[in-house]
């Protein structure tokens, strides 16, 4: 591992987790662009570029998960209204799906770290019964 990764950290999101976090946002109320990348922040994205979002959003828009229209105000400039479609609301679905299973197996990652039992019995020791750390 490099000093760079070291100090960067690991990855803690899922591959494309931003696409189910802004249909997770829109599900709750329609929203533009500036406050996604507001309420995106309390998913991990507190350092977000705007490109990446409003790319994200135009190849959402493509997919048919989200739709925009333009809303105009007499106090501000026009700015476009995101929407989740029901596309949207099934892929939310799916991803919510997957990451309880993700979840599942998370929990089961750690229940074998501290040496506990996980829901099907395995632990964190080797068929020999020694413990994984004096493995050679």
Do not use: H
């Not at 099907?120 to 413990?131: A, D, F, P, V, Y």
């Amino acid at each position: 591992m490099s000093n760079e990764e070291r100090e960067r950290g690991p990855e803690v999101r899922p591959r494309n987790w931003l696409v189910p976090v802004i249909l997770l946002t829109l599900r709750e109320w329609s929203s533009y662009g500036y406050e996604l990348m507001e309420r995106t922040a309390a998913f991990g994205f507190k350092a977000m570029n705007p490109g990446t979002l409003y790319r994200t959003l135009r190849q959402m828009e493509k997919d048919g998960l989200c739709e925009s229209k333009w809303e105009t105000s007499s106090g501000g400039p026009a700015r476009r209204m995101y929407s989740i479609t029901d596309t949207g609301e099934a892929y939310l679905n799916f991803w919510a799906e997957a990451l309880e299973q993700y979840q599942q197996v998370t929990e089961d990652f750690f229940r074998i770290y501290r040496g506990l039992p996980t829901a099907n019995g395995r632990t964190k020791t080797t068929s020999s019964g020694e413990g994984a750390r004096n493995r050679p």
